[in-house]
């Protein structure tokens, strides 16, 4: 009897305030409207964000730097030859068991020449097969091919080291470095592949070489100076740190958020500017509301004080006021959820075409030129319900207002 009763008085009042809602028709459309415009502007922009925020992170981690990356003790403060990963490959192991993927690498600085002109150069020698399964820099040659054990002298090299030096797939350079034996070292290389914009540092001065050639060159017969990891999907950053920490107590384990602090202080505050923008779009689409709220209440306040002169108590003034101003919420969240659909879809199948821009690079990171939206359920729901916040913080005043109108006063108002 009770359910009963209170489930009248909803739909009584729900009814009431639809028709209310629609006696000042052109008032209602421009407050939907905007109220619709905005959600959708908002959803759109906050897929963009999430789609940059999301490009910038898979670049980070998938192209060079991986989750977390292993050091000798000392060497990211003084990077040397002889600051060493000794025990590499029963490392290796312990992190295959432990569930990580995992690949390490010899880094060496040298000079690199072809013809007249030269180059320093980043020495990186690397076993295919393992870098394969934490990085996705194969998939990055733009010309020629990705190593390959068939060629040991093949070399990979950036784009802007080609475009130096002046060569191309199937030209030789000629690097030159100092051995771990104190020799000088010099050995030709065929350059097998030149890569697309990976980071400024890889396109400025990186050559990938195998492993077996990097050792040979460098008189390094054992030991690594680099390991990058990934970790599964399913654990988090700092928990994985610690984890490795705990297989490998003695070096130095960096998550890539200790590795680039800057690009991980930068999209933390890029995250938050979506939250700051919608803010302030709805407490300009609040304000709207508010106007339109307190106009209508003021146009009816003869109104009001015949319905509380017939029994209708503050309580039931409020909620029919906020119901009105939810109504129109209501409205708008299912007409510009509808409006965004196919922005969305658009944006997140083809996006937006950058490479007018030139080349660009955040941090040293590369950026994708083509910059897509990521859509995710909080992309719709976190502007719904910020929007629903805004509406109903708007509403109070002309409720509180509407609810406490004196009936004698209010029936004798002009």
């Known amino acids: ?68 990356q292993v050091f000798a003790a000392g060497y990211r403060e003084n990077p040397s030859l002889y600051a060493r990963i000794d025990e590499t490959k029963a490392l290796l192991g312990a992190l295959d068991k432990a569930g990580f993927k995992a690949s390490a690498r010899a880094l060496a600085n040298g000079l690199a020449a072809a013809g007249d002109t030269s180059a320093g150069v980043l020495l990186r020698g690397i076993d295919p097969e393992r870098n394969a399964t934490v990085s996705a820099v194969r998939h990055q040659v733009m010309a020629g091919q990705w190593l390959g054990k068939a060629d040991p002298q093949g070399v990979v090299i950036g784009k802007r080291l080609a475009r130096n030096l002046g060569v191309r797939p199937g030209d030789e350079i000629v690097v030159l470095t100092q051995g771990a034996d104190g020799s000088i070292a010099n050995d030709l290389f065929t350059v097998r592949g030149i890569l697309k914009n990976v980071g400024e540092a ?112 503050p309580g039931r003034v409020f909620g029919l006021i906020l119901t009105e101003s939810g109504v129109q919420a209501a409205v708008a969240l299912v007409v510009g959820t509808a409006v965004s659909l196919p922005g969305s879809w658009y944006l997140t199948t083809y996006g937006i075409d950058t490479r007018g821009l030139a080349d660009m690079s955040i941090g040293g990171v590369v950026w994708n030129p083509i910059w897509r939206s990521s859509v995710t359920p909080g992309t719709y729901i976190g502007p719904m319900i910020l929007m629903l916040i805004i509406v109903f913080f708007a509403a109070l005043y002309p409720s509180v207002k509407a609810a406490l109108i004196q009936p004698v006063r209010a029936i004798y108002h002009r």
């Open 1 to 68: 009897m009770v359910v009963c009763f209170f489930e009248d008085i909803v739909l009584n009042t729900l009814a009431l305030a639809w028709r209310n809602v629609w006696r000042n028709k052109r008032r209602t459309v421009v407050t939907v409207s905007a109220m619709t415009l905005a959600l959708t502007a908002m959803i759109l922009y906050s897929g963009l964000v999430n789609g940059y925020l999301r490009n910038m992170q898979q670049n980070i981690l998938d192209l060079e730097v991986g989750d977390i």
């Open 202 to 313: 890889t396109d400025r001065a990186g050559v990938f070489m195998l492993m077996a050639a990097f050792r040979e060159l460098m008189v390094m017969p054992t030991g690594t100076h680099q390991i990058i990891v990934r970790k599964p999907e399913t654990l988090d950053l700092n928990a994985a740190a610690a984890k490795i920490r705990a297989v490998a107590p003695n070096l130095d384990v960096k998550t890539w958020r200790d590795l680039f602090p800057t690009i991980a202080t930068m999209l933390d505050s890029t995250a938050n500017a979506v939250y700051v923008m919608a803010l302030i779009v709805y407490i300009a689409i609040g304000i709207v509301m508010l106007n339109a709220m307190l106009m209508a209440v003021f146009e009816r306040i003869r109104e009001f004080g015949v319905l509380k002169a017939l029994g209708m108590g």
